[in-house]
């Protein structure tokens, strides 16, 4: 513990002499300080002083869907904390490598492996202290403005430090072996957007898997109509119905193999995202938890204005693009907290492990 407590206290000294971990407090303090100078009230909208007419607001749903959701969440713990944690603690490692100073720590009885887990428990316990302060900021702004106290705000702490920690691995991976602190940064930050852009790319291809299912029974229910209608005997001369219908059944027919066709390329690329996805830490997933909690699922009944049949993204019927969000919506707030954060934290193991085995193996 004496060890530990040493270890921590060095990398404060060394986070306090290049003023990181206070830039990066004053920052976040700032973000809940312009949090709190907005109001809504049944008048509109207002900023310290200065106010503006609108049509009545709800300030619990204002708070809740634009400054939570959208700035808050969308924002600043999805991106502007995790990146400022980043920069604070990036350069613990290259720094206790580079420098020589870990011929100072190796010549204590301590063991390679501990002073591995010190270090990397170090620098997250520094980012639980920024990201504490800023959730409970914004809870106790949010329960003063609107006078409706959210714990659910708190839960910001272990999801967002859960999202650093996957990232942060990689980090202090490529931080040992490249002894250099830019790369690390840079490298890093390269591999979080490299995540989200497939969970997104996943998500863009559940969606149009599933327009395309819904547009193909569709199609399926219209041709069956047409051969219904096609095979009917002509009442005179002049009927043109049968000739119709078996005109529309051809044209379905060649809609249902392009379709399929479009199908199938969807299905196999959305499937091989997936597969991936399941391996990697679920970045994006894991900032929509607070989504999924702060904002429930609301009424998602049909859309009373429906829009003109006709083809839309990637051959989907336009009637078929509202319902086949919505049910992609509902999955994935259905996935269970247990894979989202389990095979993540999963990944991150296997990454620590081996920058721990890399830190324990190398000559320094």
């Not at 720590?105 to 639980?128: A, H, N, W």
């Not at 009944?301 to 003109?308: K, S, V």
């Amino acid at each position: 513990m004496r060890q530990l407590i040493a270890i921590l206290i060095d990398a404060y000294r060394d986070l306090n002499s290049r003023m990181l971990f206070w830039i990066t407090l004053a920052i976040s303090g700032s973000v809940i300080m312009l949090l709190a100078m907005f109001g809504v009230d049944s008048e509109g909208l207002s900023f310290l002083h200065f106010h503006w007419h609108l049509a009545y607001l709800d300030p619990h749903l204002f708070y809740r869907a634009i400054f939570l959701s959208l700035i808050v969440i969308g924002i600043w713990l999805s991106w502007g904390a995790v990146i400022l944690a980043l920069i604070s603690t990036a350069g613990l490692f290259p720094d206790l490598l580079a420098s020589g100073a870990i011929d100072l720590y190796l010549s204590k009885p301590i063991s390679r492996p501990r002073l591995f887990i010190y270090k990397y428990f170090s620098g997250l316990l520094f980012v639980t202290l920024q990201l504490t302060l800023f959730s409970v900021g914004c809870f106790l702004v949010v329960g003063l403005r609107t006078h409706e106290w959210l714990p659910i705000l708190l839960l910001a702490l272990p999801f967002i430090l859960s999202l650093f920690s996957y990232i942060y691995a990689f980090c202090v991976l490529i931080g040992i072996w490249s002894r250099s602190t830019i790369a690390a940064l840079l490298l890093t930050v390269l591999l979080w957007l490299a995540f989200s852009g497939l969970q997104r790319t996943e998500g863009i291809l559940l969606f149009s898997r599933v327009g395309l299912e819904r547009t193909i029974h569709r199609v399926e229910r219209d041709l069956q109509a047409a051969e219904a209608d096609a095979k009917l005997p002509s009442r005179n001369i002049l009927d043109l119905q049968p000739g119709l219908a078996r005109k529309r059944a051809e044209s379905d027919r060649d809609q249902l193999v392009d379709l399929r066709g479009t199908y199938s390329w969807i299905a196999m690329f959305e499937n091989i995202c997936r597969r991936i996805e399941n391996v990697c830490p679920k970045t994006w997933e894991t900032t929509n938890l607070l989504d999924r909690y702060l904002l429930p699922n609301e009424d998602t009944g049909a859309d009373n204005d429906q829009p003109p049949a006709g083809p839309g993204f990637l051959g989907i019927d336009a009637r078929d693009l509202r319902p086949a969000g919505i049910e992609v919506q509902q999955r994935q707030r259905a996935r269970p907290l247990s894979f989202v954060i389990g095979s993540s934290l999963a990944c991150e193991a296997v990454v620590l492990l081996l920058a721990g085995w890399l830190f324990c193996r190398r000559d320094y």
